[in-house]
């Protein structure tokens, strides 16, 4: 027998961790969350739809990974703890071995990052996971799209491009990689992003504004611009020759890894701004949380802000290492991932 909520104790039931924050968990009308005091909760939500975020035959395992780690990225862009969260879940149909793989994978990453599952919404429909997180701030430390200042270095976390990569790939859009290590980096790349807890935690009071990279590295600095009311220069070559880009990604074609690296998006890595005095700090937080940064470049003056989301002025300056405007190669994409792009009203 297989009804709703044979089905949600099942695979859902999830023993809450003690010191998480959570005093009521799954299982009544609401959880109850308490953060500890002087602590903002942070939340945030993020859902993955079938077809559109992830191809309908993906490892259940690596979703239910992807599902949870696309929001844990946002507590990291914030600086956030994670405490919590909760999953809504449209299914077409129950298939029990599905099922318990996606929770094994959403579980695993759960427990790794002391994050309780504390409830949800499980209904049939076409196949959507829509989690909501919640995480503990310290509000004045939080990183806000907002933060960004003349004058603060502009650093990104791990590697960007490579997800899109693995995507392109997965399309049909090119071959397989030639190298099977390569291959199987950029399709772990796309299908189980690290959510960057641990860095976004040690750059508490040290990092101004922060943003995750889901659309695309340009797109969403564009973000943290635009709220900032500032512009950016972005040194391609410290980019490109940095390890910021994997060489995968630096084996193609020019225009085809600047796609990818600066308008690639599914990447998941922190863009971050900090002081330029406190570069230092910034490379000491980044050993302790275990996680590669890179420095590409440096906030100018610009446009004051009308909308902190679609302001549409151009606002990042593509340089070369002498501050030369760099000549982009014709068929680079620079424009984020955007649901809306080719739809007509
Ligand atoms: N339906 C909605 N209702 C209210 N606020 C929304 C809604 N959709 C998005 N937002 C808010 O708009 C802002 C931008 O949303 P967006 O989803 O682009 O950001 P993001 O989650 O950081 O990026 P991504 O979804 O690409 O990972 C966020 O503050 C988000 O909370
Ligand atoms: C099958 C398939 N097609 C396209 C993509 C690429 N993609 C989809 S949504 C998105 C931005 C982040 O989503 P959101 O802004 O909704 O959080 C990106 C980069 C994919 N991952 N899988
Ligand atoms: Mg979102």
Not at 95 to 124: I, S, Y
Not at 162 to 189: I, K, M, S, T, Y
Request: some cysteine; proline content about 8%.
């Amino acid at each position: 027998m297989s009804g709703e909520f044979d089905l949600i104790a099942r695979h859902w039931w999830h023993t809450v961790p003690s010191s998480s924050g959570v005093v009521l968990g799954n299982g009544d009308d609401c959880a109850l969350l308490a953060p500890a005091p002087g602590m903002a909760l942070a939340t945030s939500t993020d859902m993955l739809v079938a077809g559109r975020h992830f191809l309908p035959d993906v490892d259940p395992e690596a979703l239910g990974h992807k599902a949870l780690a696309v929001n844990l990225s946002d507590l990291a862009a914030m600086g956030a703890r994670p405490l919590a969260f909760t999953l809504a879940l449209a299914l077409p149909r129950v298939d029990e071995a599905w099922l318990a793989a996606l929770a094994r994978g959403m579980l695993a990453l759960a427990d790794a990052h002391g994050c309780a599952l504390v409830g949800g919404d499980t209904t049939a429909g076409p196949l959507t996971l829509s989690v909501t997180v919640y995480g503990e701030v310290p509000p004045a430390q939080a990183f806000r799209r907002s933060a960004a200042r003349v004058g603060d270095d502009v650093w990104v976390s791990g590697t960007v491009g490579d997800a899109r990569l693995g995507l392109a790939v997965l399309l049909g859009e090119r071959p397989p990689l030639a190298r099977a290590d390569w291959q199987a980096h950029v399709r772990a790349r796309l299908e189980r992003p690290t959510p960057r807890i641990a860095l976004g935690l040690a750059l508490r009071g040290i990092a101004h504004a922060a943003i995750d990279v889901s659309d695309g590295l340009v797109a969403d600095l564009g973000h943290v611009l635009a709220a900032s009311g500032v512009a950016a220069e972005i040194d391609i070559d410290a980019l490109l020759v940095g390890q910021a880009v994997h060489p995968a990604v630096r084996a193609l074609p020019l225009a085809e890894a600047l796609s990818c690296v600066l308008a690639g998006g599914d990447d998941y890595e922190l863009v971050f701004t900090s002081p330029a005095a406190r570069r230092s700090e910034v490379q000491a937080a980044a050993a302790a949380a275990q996680t590669p940064v890179t420095r590409i470049g440096r906030i100018m003056p610009g446009p004051v802000a009308t909308h902190p989301l679609a302001d549409g002025r151009p606002r990042v300056r593509l340089c070369d290492a002498q501050g030369r405007p760099y000549p982009v190669p014709p068929g680079t994409r620079l424009g984020g991932f955007d649901h809306f792009a080719t739809m007509s009203a």
